[in-house]
């Protein structure tokens, strides 16, 4: 009997970099012209997405961008619910902050400044409560995380040593 297992062939770099500029545009005519086929890169390009080697390598490669920005997400939301608001703080005091100040500083936090007609300055922060839900959330889904109870030691312990 014949095996039905996929011979794995190997991809030429302009195969593998037609995937890559797939994964991220979504445009096989863009990602032909990216990979260097020049001529007739609209039908080359729907070709290409139809060879079964080429097919598995943009799904691998979908599948690594996914779990990237899954650990992306949780870091940010991370960096929400335990971030410092020092700088935002701080930069309420400034008269006239330099580019270059605001540029060092640390705003993660910051949803929205408003500096109304008055003079005053109005600085609106991310839900720091939302955040953690969201952590908690993903964690139930993921149990190699630690649990909410958790996340709020570690943000208790990032509060006390800021002072």
């Given at each position: 009997?014949?095996?039905?297992?996929?011979?794995?062939?190997a991809l030429s770099k302009r195969?593998?970099?037609?995937?890559?500029?797939f994964v991220n545009s979504l445009?096989?005519?863009?990602?032909?012209?990216?990979?260097?086929?020049?001529?007739?890169?609209?039908?080359?390009?729907?070709?290409?997405?139809?060879?079964?080697?080429?097919?598995?390598?943009?799904?691998?490669?979908?599948?690594?961008?996914?779990?990237a920005m899954k650990n992306s997400?949780?870091?940010?939301?991370?960096?929400?619910?335990?971030?410092?608001?020092?700088?935002?703080?701080?930069?309420?005091?400034?008269?006239?902050?330099?580019?270059?100040?605001?540029?060092?500083?640390?705003?993660?936090?910051?949803?929205?400044?408003?500096?109304?007609?008055?003079?005053?300055?109005?600085?609106?922060?991310?839900?720091?409560?939302?955040?953690?839900?969201?952590?908690?959330?993903?964690?139930?889904?993921?149990?190699?995380?630690?649990?909410?109870?958790?996340?709020?030691?570690?943000?208790?312990?990032?509060?006390?040593?800021?002072?």
């Amino acid at each position: 009997m014949k095996s039905l297992k996929k011979k794995k062939v190997a991809l030429s770099k302009r195969e593998k970099l037609f995937c890559l500029s797939f994964v991220n545009s979504l445009d096989a005519e863009l990602s032909a012209k990216e990979a260097g086929y020049t001529k007739n890169p609209k039908n080359k390009g729907q070709a290409l997405l139809l060879n079964s080697g080429i097919a598995d390598e943009i799904a691998r490669l979908k599948s690594l961008r996914e779990r990237a920005m899954k650990n992306s997400s949780v870091l940010g939301l991370e960096k929400l619910a335990f971030s410092s608001i020092s700088d935002a703080v701080s930069l309420l005091y400034m008269d006239s902050p330099t580019k270059e100040k605001l540029n060092s500083m640390d705003l993660f936090m910051v949803q929205e400044i408003k500096k109304p007609k008055d003079g005053a300055m109005e600085i609106k922060f991310f839900d720091r409560l939302k955040a953690l839900e969201k952590l908690s959330g993903l964690t139930t889904q993921n149990e190699s995380s630690g649990s909410l109870l958790d996340a709020i030691n570690l943000g208790a312990q990032n509060l006390q040593e800021e002072g």
